[in-house]
C-alpha cells in the first residue's frame, strides 16, 4: 500500500519541483525578454499537464521524461541556451560550442514516449500507428520550432535575436537541431517498444 501510495503522488512530487526550479531561475535571468520568449513553452506544458490531470493521467515514466525536458529548458531559458555554464561538458569532449541546446533538443524529442501513449491508452489507433504518429508529430513540431526561432530572430534583428536562436555560428544549426530532436523520439519510441506499456500496466 505505501509502495502504491508512493506511485500516485509521484507525479506531485515532478510538478513541485519543477515549480521550485522555475521559481528560482525566474530570478534576474541573463536576459529578460529572451527568458520571456524561452519559458512560454515550458509554462503551456506544465499547464496543459496541469488541466488534463483529472481527465488523463500518463504513466510516471511519461511524466519523468517530460519534466527533464522541462528542467532542462527552464535552465536554458535563464542563462540562454548559447550561454549556459556547460564548460565541463565543451572541454571533455573538445566540442567547437556550447551543445547544451543540442541536448536539450534531444530532451524535446524524447515527449513522443508521451504521445505515443496517449494515442494508445485513448484507443485512437493501433499500436504500430501511434508510435510512428509521435514520431512524426515530434519532426513537425522540431520545424515548426526552427521557423518560430528564424521569425523572432529576423524581427528582433540583435542580440536578443540572436541569444534566441542560439546558432553560435553554425550555418546549419537548424538542421542539426531538428536531427537532435528526431533521434530523441527514436531513442524513446524504442523504449515504448520495448516495454509494451498496453501490456505491461506496472509502469
Known amino acids: 500500500m505505501l509502495e502504491q501510495n508512493k506511485t500516485k503522488y ?13 521559481v528560482i531561475l525566474s530570478i534576474q535571468p541573463s536576459d529578460r525578454s529572451v527568458w520571456v520568449i524561452e519559458v512560454i513553452p515550458v509554462v503551456s506544458i506544465f499547464l496543459l499537464l496541469l488541466f488534463t490531470f483529472d481527465r488523463f493521467r500518463f504513466s510516471n515514466l511519461s511524466y519523468t521524461l ?9 535552465i536554458g531559458a535563464h542563462y540562454t541556451f548559447a550561454n549556459v555554464p556547460f564548460d565541463f561538458i565543451t572541454q571533455q569532449f573538445d566540442f567547437q560550442r556550447n551543445h547544451y ?3 536539450g ?13 496517449f494515442m494508445e491508452k485513448k ?14 508529430f515530434i519532426m513537425s513540431i522540431a520545424c515548426g520550432y526552427e521557423i518560430v526561432e528564424w521569425i523572432y530572430a529576423d524581427i ?33 519510441l524504442c523504449l515504448f517498444w520495448y516495454i509494451r506499456p498496453d501490456e505491461a500496466s506496472k509502469y
Open 156 to 188: 528582433e534583428s540583435g542580440n536578443r535575436g540572436i541569444e534566441f536562436l542560439g546558432s553560435q555560428g553554425d550555418s546549419w544549426d537548424a538542421q542539426k537541431d531538428m536531427l537532435a530532436n528526431t533521434l530523441g523520439a527514436v531513442v524513446s
Open 66 to 74: 517530460i519534466s527533464i525536458g522541462l528542467i532542462w529548458h527552464t
Open 101 to 103: 541546446d543540442r541536448i
Open 123 to 136: 484507443r485512437y489507433t493501433n499500436y504500430v500507428v501511434a508510435v510512428l504518429f509521435a514520431l512524426f
Open 105 to 117: 533538443h534531444f530532451l524535446v524529442g524524447l515527449y513522443a514516449y508521451p504521445i505515443a501513449e
Open 10 to 22: 509521484y507525479p506531485y512530487g515532478l510538478a513541485c519541483l519543477i515549480i521550485m526550479i522555475f
